[in-house]
Nanobody, 124 residues
Framework: VQLQASGGGLVQAGGSLRLSCVAS????????MGWFRQAPGKEREFVAIIRASGGTTLYADSVKGRFTISRDRAKSTVHLQMNSLKPEDTATYYCAAGRTILTTARNPQYYDSWGQGTLVTVSS
């Protein structure tokens, strides 16, 4: 299994970025896909997930209304559109794949495969 994340970069507060994660080596449509992030000195935290069907999404309260997760079945890709970025969004963002149920989808321990991470830096 390989998850290749891209799209990070440096952006000013209020700006936007779109992260992408291409999955290979797994049956993409059978997995919940998630985005997590980790800031220096902090634990990895949940950002957003999208269920295998694509019909259910969950967001952390801190990003709700600003971030949108989506998946492209044909391209085995999950996206994270990030708008109205804030300095506190600065972190390395990781995509993950797992066969998790909704009640445990926020917990990174329930994901089997992880991408390499892409750094997002938001300047004030």
């Amino acid at each position: 299994v390989q998850l290749q994340a891209s799209g990070g970069g440096l952006v000013q507060a209020g700006g936007s970025l779109r992260l992408s994660c291409v999955a290979s080596g797994l049956t993409f449509n059978g997995y919940t896909m998630g985005w997590f992030r980790q800031a220096p000195g902090k634990e990895r935290e949940f950002v957003a997930i999208i269920r295998a069907s694509g019909g259910t999404t969950l967001y952390a309260d801190s990003v709700k209304g600003r971030f949108t997760i989506s998946r492209d079945r044909a391209k085995s890709t999950v996206h994270l559109q990030m708008n109205s970025l804030k300095p506190e969004d600065t972190a390395t963002y990781y995509c993950a794949a797992g066969r998790t149920i909704l009640t445990t989808a926020r917990n990174p321990q329930y994901y089997d495969s992880w991408g390499q991470g892409t750094l997002v830096t938001v300047s004030s």
